[in-house]
């Protein structure tokens, strides 16, 4: 079945259903639609056989469940997507496979079904030690569900767990952020990703900061909290590994570094994306036009599209981009690609050469948009 010549690739599937709707989410997920969650996993066990098929069956070394909440799903539903993709691509046996889960909905059943299917990574959305905090994101959970989802999931066998955190709040404080970062830690898990805030059109939190009835920490206080979450993580023994991602020595999540350094991918699902032979294809962006079967858009990259992508993607790591990775991808060295396109950033000091390395500075993580619009 295995394509003998192809190297691993990851996994992802889109689990679009909801609880209830985040105050700032824009992705593609739905509330209320329970119901459709038979139908909407048929077609996507249909997807993976068929898609197995068109590519080949290369082998896979990540899977990622995402969503929305995969933890809607009940045990038998997981299994089926999960018995899928190890049906239609070999699975290698030191595999990274992830379900992210909401500490709301998440039960002692569900955590022991998917670990005992082959999950062994679980990334839950915390968010905020503050209820207040919570609410103003329309999350339907509370700290302590939070310790009890970490708790279940070690019963049912999971020992790399990642915590999902945000900053940069409407009325959040920098005490909050302190509050929530030390009772994170307190749960010992081996991962974080810790985001700041970003207000998407449309939103109800866009609607309530238009409004005036809500307003964000200026950018000095943001920058703050931020460097408040990083140091912290790194005093506590996480190693930075990417703006917004730290880790216990071992457990960085595998299959986002393989987005971030283009490694192929193929997702499954609504508004889903691929990236695989150079091309990269968007499944339906909405639940109904999926289930309806519409066609999938195919977008293939230009050299240089995938040149400043590498660069777009990459540079989002402490580690940066690697010259001869590079040079490897695209038959030039990043020098060669990008010329004097290069200089501006490096003279200012948002840009370095390390080990080999072409990688954003303390500064230039914070004006990263600034530095690719030098290199584009």
């Avoid at 079945?1 to 824009?26: E, N, R, T, W």
């Avoid at 309530?208 to 009835?213: M, Q, T, V, Y």
């Avoid at 931020?226 to 917004?244: D, K, M, N």
């Amino acid at each position: 079945m295995q394509s003998p010549s192809h190297p691993p690739i990851g996994l992802y599937v889109h689990i679009p259903f909801c609880a209830s709707k985040c105050a700032y989410c824009d992705f593609a997920s739905y509330a209320s639609r329970e119901a459709d969650i038979p139908r909407y996993v048929d077609a996507v066990v249909r997807e993976i056989t068929r898609r197995g098929q068109a590519t080949g069956h290369p082998p896979a070394d990540t899977i990622f469940l995402g969503g929305g909440t995969p933890s809607l799903l009940d045990e038998t539903q997981a299994s089926r997507i999960l018995n899928a993709l190890f049906d239609a691509f070999p699975i290698q046996r030191s595999a990274e496979i992830t379900c992210e889960c909401n500490p709301g909905t998440l039960t002692p059943r569900f955590a022991h079904a998917i670990y005992e299917s082959g999950v062994n990574r679980l990334s839950l959305g915390a968010q905020a030690r503050q209820t207040r905090l919570l609410r103003l994101l329309g999350r339907i959970h509370d700290w302590p569900q939070v310790m009890a989802s970490v708790n279940m999931a070690r019963e049912a066998g999971f020992d790399n767990i990642n915590l999902d955190l945000m900053f940069g709040l409407p009325t959040q404080t920098v005490a909050d952020l302190r509050e929530t970062l030390e009772a994170a830690l307190a749960l010992v898990p081996t991962h974080f990703s810790c985001y700041g805030l970003i207000v998407e059109p449309q939103t109800p939190i866009h609607r309530r900061i238009e409004s005036g009835e809500l307003a964000l920490p200026d950018d000095d206080i943001e920058r703050e909290m931020y460097e408040l979450a990083r140091h912290t993580f790194v005093e506590h023994g996480f190693e930075q590994y990417e703006i917004s991602n730290f880790a216990r020595d071992g457990y960085a999540c595998r299959h986002n570094i393989g987005c971030w350094t283009r490694v192929p991918y193929l997702g499954f699902g609504c508004a889903a994306h691929s990236f695989f032979d150079e091309c990269r294809v968007m499944n339906p962006p909405t639940l109904d036009a999926y289930l309806a079967g519409e066609a999938p858009k195919i977008d293939r990259l230009s050299k240089e599209e995938a040149r400043f992508e590498s660069m777009m993607l990459g540079l989002r790591m402490t580690r940066g981009v690697r010259d001869r990775d590079f040079t490897r991808m695209h038959g030039l060295s990043i020098r060669e690609a990008f010329g004097e396109k290069m200089d501006k950033p490096l003279a200012a000091g948002l840009l370095e050469w390390h080990e080999g390395a072409l990688r954003l500075t303390r500064l230039g993580m914070d004006l990263q948009n600034s530095v690719l619009v030098d290199l584009m």
